[in-house]
């Protein structure tokens, strides 16, 4: 084991730690007057109800397929054996970062607006801190899962010398599935859950009842402040772990893979890379944290300054200290490996301020869609529509261009068959740079729904006008990193695709070795064979000679017709998931119609509404209506693999990618864009509040919510999940596949 | 319990109450279950200086008792039609203005305090008419034209409030409307520019009120004129909405209209 590889898990203790420290500290801050804290303590409640009915449905769910992989491993031997256990740790740990983060930020709100009473330096400490308690037990519970892992497998895993490396890697890589199982229903569930309660809350209360936004009399209005955590949170939170562990695990497989021909020690170096380089940024958000603090007065210039003197500022440092760390390690091909991850960074960063550019109130894109809106609903519409497509081109071009680089830095400026693997390994440590800093990238993310419900706190504990303003713009920061936080996530995911789909192939040679290790021949669809016991005949195959013998061509009808039907999911995704917001939001609204006529007393304020109904009925419509998507986005690759077989599944992975991200990303920026055109209304522009614009820009951004907050992220997971569960069934679509 | 008279404006009409201000202010904007809202203004009115055949009151105090249960009678109508002209002005004690979610806030009357001179003003006139309309005449000017009963057209008594105009005020042509948040602002400048070139005091903008006024649009305080004077109730100031009636300017500025 190379000394570099306990760099892991003394990072993943040291950012664990430093959640905990931060947590610890937001602790001891107060809650503020007995209104705050009996707010804040609805919030939680409600919070609490909705995970655990969340834990439920998905333990089940982990439970049963755990239970299918056992099968498959152990009476059928088409899996890895360590498949069900890998799997089962990935849920369990994303579940867990996802349970610590809606904790911290539901004991966090009532605190920062506390915190704001005094200064907006402590409210933005308080808030930002609190957040980072989320990023830092992604990062680290990801790399102790990781670490524990390629621990036990390098030492207990009992497998010939040559093929450990790559076994072992392909095998840790599956437990990323279990992650995206938790993420797919943290984040849809969770967008599901948060829209529901959002356009409810928005219709009857706002719009029928004219009740105030953040208001107690509203019944949905808890619900409402939930969700906030249940998406950006731990949605959010799950979302980012599977995409942190997955480019880790993948790019470790593909690394593997390229130096397959250099040595175990070279090959061992390139395997744990990513794993140290993560490391290395786990460490380094942790400092970048300290860099955020702000002065009294701050404006919304100064304080996205501070937060990004944090992330710039690790992402400098990364920067630095990654060539120093690459150049101590002794990692082949050093420059191209660090220039691929600084490619990433600066991926990263180039979709997150298009992000911005396209959906803050700042810039031209969200004003001209606010001003369409002086002409009724319609023309905000299609502003926003035309802006939200227009928007995609910035983070394709910014991927392609990433890509490239990557591919090119990775492979030594070489095109050829031979340095493809080397190529595909420099993709993977792009990816890897992209999300390395994720502890504090990940902790502005989280900071938005505490700054929210801190605002949310605020104004129904009516705290003073000086107050409220801080908390304002605490909130207001937290608009625009949400933005780029989603347009981070989805750019991460894309990368995270392309990493997953290349070592697809290290897995389907994995599938391959099963059956030739029982003793028969495997025959390739274009009649290539390989004789039983062919191990090494099948490693040293490349790339190129794997998709020709898959007859993986475009012109192949199993290719093209799964891509059809790739592309077609994420369109049906997204339209399953928006409905669901629509049954959802429609059930909010009878109910919150239904405690106004029947409890006395709530408009007056001498009764509260039964808050803890509307969290119930949002969550129980969030996990009902969330089995369609989940049922489509398992089976699918299962259906495809089982008829088409590899070149089928990589048609499918390439559609659902390829149109996923560009839809995924339209409808974040599109919605975004609307959400911020609204509150640009509201700021007093275009007649404020109150006036048709804003009427009109109202329309608009409640048709945005489902885009920005669910079915635009839900995509993300869309294309992970799809990819991780065809590398983990790799094994059976290889064995069995009807043409 | 006491029996409150409140003179409502939208619409008009003269209705007795067991319930205070707050409580007539929610109950007059959204009913008993919540079924309905809507924005209202009324006065709360002194009983004692009514003249005594302005209405017939005698029945008042019978009729308006506590129900079997014990609920207080929530409203007996008095008089609709005609009735701000048979209230003196001095009879106005308060003021309530109440959200469409039935926030109340209740605003005194004061002396009328002339504002900046600007050459044009837009008016919301509540009772007994509702047009909007701009004039060249500051509140106390347009007060004695509207009452003054040597013109064909005028009214005995009234009640407005003047509206923010920004920048149109003073260049109706080529200011900048574009945070206004009226509808139909195109018409809105027609009508300035035409006041300013003819012979004409004032000009509809809108016939009558089509949807509910944005408090934060009133510029000044409400008015109640008549030929005798101009009594205003006066908006508290900005900060002191945001510190002392929060709940009531939240309500004001979220409101949807309807």
């Known amino acids: 084991m190379p000394v570099w590889f306990w760099l892991v898990p003394i990072a993943s203790v040291m950012a664990l730690g430093a959640a905990y420290y931060f947590f610890s500290v937001m602790m001891k801050e107060s809650e503020g007057t007995e209104t705050m804290a009996r707010i804040a ?71 920062t607006a506390n915190a704001a009473r005094h200064s907006l330096n402590k409210g933005l400490n308080v808030a930002f801190r609190s957040g980072a308690v989320m990023g830092l037990t992604v990062v680290g519970l990801g790399l102790l899962d990781i670490a524990i892992w390629f621990f036990v497998l390098t030492s207990f895993y009992d497998i010939e010398e040559s093929q450990q490396v790559v076994v072992i890697t392909t095998t840790m890589l599956t437990f990323g599935m279990g992650a995206a199982v938790q993420s797919l229903f943290a984040r849809v569930g969770g967008g599901i859950f948060t829209k529901a309660a959002d356009v409810g809350a928005d219709l009857v209360g706002k719009i029928e009842a004219g009740i105030p936004e953040d208001d107690p009399r509203n019944p949905a209005t808890i619900a409402d402040n939930v969700g906030d955590n249940v998406g950006d949170v731990a949605g959010m939170g799950a979302d980012l772990y599977e995409s942190y562990v997955g480019v880790i695990l993948a790019s470790a497989a593909l690394g593997a893979a390229a130096y397959y021909t250099s040595g175990t020690d070279v090959q061992l170096l390139a395997v744990i890379a990513p794993m140290v380089i993560g490391a290395l940024g786990a460490l380094l958000s942790v400092v970048g944290v300290f860099f955020v603090r702000t002065k009294e007065g701050a404006t919304q210039k100064d304080l996205l300054g501070s937060l990004g003197r944090g992330v710039n500022g690790s992402g400098v440092l990364i920067a630095v200290l990654s060539l120093a760390l690459l150049w101590a390690m002794g990692v082949p091909n050093m420059w191209g490996i660090w220039l691929a991850l600084v490619i990433g960074l600066l991926t990263g960063i180039a979709i997150g301020q298009a992000a911005e550019y396209f959906t803050s109130e700042s810039y031209k894109p969200t004003k001209t869609i606010a001003s369409a809106s002086k002409t009724g609903p319609a023309t905000v519409i299609i502003a926003g529509i035309g802006s939200g497509m227009l928007s995609v081109a910035v983070p394709v071009i910014a991927v392609v261009l990433g890509t490239s680089l990557a591919y090119f830095f990775g492979s030594g400026f070489v095109y050829s068959t031979d340095t493809m693997n080397l190529g595909l390994y420099g993709i993977g440590m792009a990816a890897v740079g992209m999300l390395s800093t994720l502890g504090i990238t990940l902790a502005t993310d989280a900071y938005g729904p505490i700054a929210d419900n801190a605002g949310g706190n605020a104004e129904m504990s009516g705290l003073p006008p000086e107050v409220r303003q801080r908390t304002d713009a605490l909130d207001s920061l937290g608009n625009t990193t949400a933005a780029t936080g989603k347009g981070f996530a989805i750019g991460s995911a894309a990368l995270t695709g392309m990493a997953l789909l290349a070592s697809y192939i290290e897995e389907v040679k994995i599938g391959i070795s099963h059956v030739l290790e029982r003793g028969s021949d495997f025959i390739f669809p274009d009649g290539t064979s390989l004789a039983a016991g062919a191990i090494d005949e099948l490693q040293s195959l490349n790339l190129m000679e794997m998709m020709t013998y898959f007859e993986v061509v475009l012109i192949n009808p199993k290719v093209i017709v799964s891509m059809f039907t790739g592309a077609m999911l994420a369109f049906a995704f997204s339209g399953i998931t928006m409905n669901a917001v629509g049954r959802a939001a429609g059930q909010m609204v009878d109910e919150v119609r239904r405690q106004f006529r029947e409890i006395p007393g709530i408009m007056s304020g001498e009764t509260d509404p039964d808050y803890a109904r509307c969290v119930s009925i949002s969550t129980k419509a969030a996990q009902r209506e969330m089995m369609m998507p989940a049922i489509l986005a398992l089976a699918a690759p299962v259906i495809i693999g089982l008829i088409f077989g590899v070149p089928g599944v990589l048609g499918l992975l390439i559609g659902a990618m390829v149109t996923g991200f560009s839809l995924s990303m339209f409808q974040a920026n599109s919605g975004g864009a609307w959400d911020n055109a609204k509150k640009y209304i509201e700021q007093g522009n275009h007649g404020g509040k109150g006036s048709e614009a804003h009427k009109a820009a109202v329309i608009g951004d409640t048709v945005g919510d489902p885009f920005k907050d669910t079915s635009g992220p839900g995509l993300n997971i869309l294309v992970k999940l799809m990819s991780m569960e065809s590398i983990v069934i790799a094994g059976v679509t290889v064995a069995v596949h009807l043409v | 319990m006491t029996t409150h008279l409140y003179l409502s404006l939208i619409p008009e009409a003269l209705i007795a109450s067991m319930l205070t201000p707050e409580e007539f202010g929610l109950y007059y904007a959204i009913g008993n279950a919540k079924r309905s809202r809507g924005q209202a203004v009324f006065f709360s009115v002194d009983r004692d200086l009514l003249p005594e055949d302005a209405f017939d009151l005698s029945e008042v105090d019978a009729r308006c008792v506590p129900h079997p249960n014990g609920d207080p009678k929530r409203s007996l109508y008095i008089s609709i039609y005609r009735v701000l002209e048979k209230i003196p002005r001095q009879a106005l004690s308060a003021l309530h203005l109440v959200t469409d979610d039935g926030r109340v806030l209740t605003i005194g009357p004061s002396e009328h305090v002339a504002t900046e001179a600007g050459s044009a003003h837009l008016y919301q006139e509540f009772c007994p008419v509702s047009p909007r309309v701009v004039s060249t005449l500051d509140p106390a000017g347009f007060t004695e034209f509207i009452t003054d009963d040597s013109q064909p057209i005028h009214v005995p008594r009234i009640v407005f409030a003047e509206l923010t105009l920004g920048a149109l005020a003073t260049d109706p042509t080529t200011g900048n409307a574009e945070d206004l948040p009226y509808p139909n602002i195109g018409h809105l400048r027609d009508c300035l520019v035409e006041l300013g070139g003819q012979d004409k005091a004032t000009k509809t903008v809108l016939r009558q009120m089509t949807q509910e006024v944005l408090f934060r649009t009133v510029h000044g305080g409400f008015h109640v004129g008549d030929p005798t004077g101009i009594t205003t109730f006066a908006l508290p100031t900005l900060d002191a909405l945001e510190r002392e009636h929060f709940a009531w300017w939240r309500s004001a500025q979220s409101t949807f209209g309807q």
């Open chain 1, 41 to 111: 303590l609805h919030v939680r409640n409600g919070a609490i109800a909705y995970l655990k009915q969340q834990y439920k449905v998905v333990g089940i769910v982990l439970a049963s397929l755990t239970a299918l992989f056992c099968v498959l491993a152990y009476v059928f031997h088409v899996q890895n054996p360590w498949v069900p256990f890998a799997f089962l740790t990935g849920g369990l740990f994303s579940g867990l970062a996802g349970f610590i983060g809606m904790r911290t930020a539901t004991y966090a709100s009532a605190r």
